[in-house]
């Protein structure tokens, strides 16, 4: 069965320093991964996805992820953190059908230290 | 551009009360169309999709029922609200084969 893993419910960083969230999922075949982003209150906003191609793959807000296959890995990072990027961040898989389901990760909240 | 609309965005009901929430998606046809639920701590749980008008497809056996009377609504109900119904109800879209749009979402408390 297809599920994905977000190993950090919480991850503190200092305003300016850098940031990678961890997410493993398990899938049967080459999978369709996306990270969403949540603010307090609203919907889930898309930052990026892969669906093929290269593998280090940007995002708006200055994220990017990396897939790598032999990890079943999907991290996101972002090279330095700005006090508006606390939110909570949702990784997720998918197969491209015709119902084209996502299952979703339990998510990583992330605070910003002044 | 396309735009997903959810309304009311708060609503607070007594218990054994009906419900229906609304979705409209606008600037497209023929969307794939899910709700889903967003306890606090535990990330969302699709509840309905559907790939057609009239086509609903339930993921959760539960006290709430979807309908889609139309290409681009989609409405979830309840004929008597119970107090684990309340959470944060997101409707989503896909245009097929592809990404998934979130609507800004309905929190819903039942007391």
């Known amino acids: 069965a297809q599920s994905v893993t977000q190993p950090d419910i919480h991850i503190t960083v200092s305003e300016g320093a850098s940031l990678e969230l961890r997410c493993n999922y398990s899938?049967?075949?080459?999978?369709?991964l996306f990270w969403y982003v949540q603010s307090p209150g609203q919907g889930l906003q898309l930052l990026l996805k892969?669906?093929?191609?290269?593998?280090l793959v940007q995002g708006i807000k200055g994220f990017e992820a990396e897939f790598k296959r032999s990890q079943s890995s999907f991290n996101l990072r972002k090279p330095s953190v700005h006090w508006s990027d606390a939110a909570e961040y949702f990784c997720a898989v998918g197969m491209m059908n015709r119902d084209d389901k996502i299952i979703f990760g339990k998510g990583t909240r992330l605070h910003i230290l002044p | 551009s396309q735009t997903i609309h959810q309304w009311p965005a708060t609503l607070v009901q007594p218990v054994g009360s009906p419900l229906s929430l609304e979705c409209t998606v606008e600037g497209t046809s023929n969307p794939n169309l899910y709700w889903y639920r967003q306890a606090a701590g535990r990330g969302l749980q699709l509840l309905f999709y559907?790939?057609?008008?009239?086509?609903i497809s339930s993921e959760v056996p539960q006290n709430l029922s979807a309908s889609r009377p139309q290409d681009r609504q989609f409405i979830l109900s309840s004929k008597k609200l119970l107090l684990s119904d309340s959470g944060f109800y997101l409707c989503?879209?896909?245009?097929?084969?592809?990404?998934?749009?979130f609507g800004p979402g309905t929190r819903l408390l039942v007391l």
């Open positions: 559907s790939v057609g008008i009239g086509q």
């Open positions: 892969y669906f093929s191609g290269d593998t």
């Open positions: 899938y049967g075949a080459t999978p369709y």
């Open positions: 989503a879209w896909s245009p097929r084969e592809e990404t998934q749009y």
